[in-house]
Structures are given as C-alpha cells and as structure tokens.
C-alpha cells in the first residue's frame, strides 16, 4: 500500500522559509512523477509544483521563483524549498505521486504552512 507523509511545515513570517519533504513508501512499482498541490481555507486543491521522473520540473505562476521542487528518487522522498513567503501561501500542503494509468492518485495527509505578516 503506497503510504505518502509530509514534514517541514509550520508558522513563519512573511518573507520567511520553509522547506517540506515528503516520504514514499509501498510502491512496487516506481512513480513517474510527484507533485505539491496546496489547499486554502475555502479554495480548491491547486497545483504548486510538480516533478517528473527525468528531473523536469514545472510551477504555478504564483510560485515561480520563489519555491524549488527537488526529489531524491534514490530514496523516494521529495522536497519543496519555499522562500519570501507571502500570506497567500497560507494552506494545506499536500504530496502526491502519480502513475501512468492511475494519474496523481496518491496523497499524503498535508501538512499546515501558514504565512504571517
């Protein structure tokens, strides 16, 4: 059973950073790419970050810049380095790994990150 947990979120102020993880476990077959999807309060679920597995990466507009997604495949854990926070970032970050055929169909619990000014 395929098993996502994220780490590494917190309170911090604006301008302030933060760096998650993301630990993959129970996966017989590898996946071929992951993603950070994040969650306000009364928002939808968006992307934030995403990485495939030949290492190319791709970001929502409002995070270019000032987040890096990396990933350690060796170890199936994956990272989002987030710099000058802003308010706006304030959400429930989520992990999520997806596989051909089955698409990002795997998540993690979230972790809090909130962004004060």
């Known amino acids: 059973q395929v098993r996502l947990v994220e780490s590494g979120g917190g309170l911090v102020h604006t301008g302030g950073s933060l760096r998650l993880s993301c630990a993959a476990s129970?996966?017989?077959?590898?996946?071929?790419?992951m993603a950070w999807f994040r969650q306000a309060p009364g928002k939808r679920r968006v992307r934030v970050a995403n990485?495939?597995?030949?290492?190319?990466?791709d970001y929502a507009d409002s995070v270019k810049g000032r987040f890096t997604i990396s990933r350690d495949s060796a170890k199936n854990t994956m990272f989002l380095q987030m710099n000058s926070l802003k308010a706006e970032d304030t959400a429930v970050y989520y992990c999520?790994?997806?596989?051909?055929?089955?698409?990002?169909?795997?998540w993690g619990q979230g972790t809090q990150v909130t962004v004060s000014s």
């Open positions: 999520s790994a997806h596989k051909i055929l089955e698409g990002y169909a795997f």
């Open positions: 129970g996966s017989t077959r590898p996946f071929n790419a």
């Open positions: 990485i495939d597995d030949d290492g190319t990466t």
